[in-house]
């Protein structure tokens, strides 16, 4: 049975983590937001798996549907609500791996000035739950949740990625892209196969990649 932190907005736990990288499952409940919070360290991608939120910040804001995708830069303040009328399930991976790297402007459950949740908040998630298993525990690379299919690969070439969609969404859990010792995309960053490629024609590979390519099942 999982083991999760219980949020007032709902749950979340980790399915893969590494030195720099974490990677979270999220579930925001219907009509229930985040606090509008900022990492002053750390990089964080969001990746809408089902249901919809909007990511607002300071001034402005956006909506995510399944498979959309959003970079965070660290000091950035972001709050993540659902929007959909149902509850929403999305990833979302950090870089360096840092729970304490939090401050909060404002919380509809006054949390303002509370640190990140400790362990009197970890729960067992109910069997009936949605979620996702940790990656290492997965039978096979492939892993589908919902309408959308995860596909785990560690290519040794990026040539091989030009059988999938351009458009598809990719998580790096390791490795890095660039030269000399400048780092263009490492793990922790959220882009597109597209993008991926394009970079690949540019900069090499400097250390050996692991991907997570999420889509809609065919």
């Keep these: 049975m999982l083991t999760v932190v219980r949020k007032?907005?709902?749950?979340?736990?980790?399915?893969?983590?590494s030195e720099r990288v974490g990677l979270w499952f999220l579930c925001i409940k219907s009509g229930q937001s985040t606090s509008l919070h900022c990492h002053p360290k750390k990089k964080t991608g969001l990746v809408v798996l089902e249901g919809a939120i909007?990511?607002?910040?300071?001034?402005?804001?956006?909506r995510l549907g399944p498979t959309d995708r959003v970079m965070i830069r660290?000091?950035?303040?972001?709050r993540s609500s659902e929007c959909s009328g149902s509850d929403a399930f999305l990833l979302e991976i950090e870089s360096p791996r840092d729970k304490e790297d939090l401050v909060?402007?404002?919380?509809?459950?006054?949390?303002?000035?509370?640190p990140y949740e400790d362990g009197t908040h970890l729960v067992s998630l109910a069997q009936d739950s949605r979620a996702i298993?940790?990656?290492?525990?997965?039978?096979t690379n492939t892993f589908a949740f919902g309408g959308i299919l995860f596909l785990w690969?560690?290519?040794?070439?990026?040539?091989?990625?030009?059988?999938?969609d351009k458009k598809t969404t990719?998580?790096?859990l390791a490795g890095s892209l660039g030269e000399d010792s400048h780092e263009v995309l490492g793990a922790g960053d959220v882009v597109t196969i597209g993008t991926?490629?394009?970079?690949?024609d540019r900069f090499l590979v400097t250390e050996p990649l692991s991907l997570l390519l999420v889509r809609p099942s065919l």
């Design 8 to 17: 007032p907005w709902g749950y979340e736990y980790p399915i893969f983590e």
């Design 54 to 62: 909007d990511v607002s910040f300071l001034n402005d804001s956006l």
């Design 74 to 78: 660290p000091g950035l303040f972001h």
């Design 104 to 114: 909060r402007f404002a919380d509809d459950y006054g949390r303002e000035s509370m």
């Design 133 to 139: 298993p940790p990656l290492e525990e997965w039978a």
């Design 153 to 164: 690969i560690k290519p040794s070439d990026l040539k091989e990625l030009g059988t999938y």
């Design 170 to 172: 990719v998580l790096v």
């Design 196 to 200: 991926l490629e394009k970079l690949g």
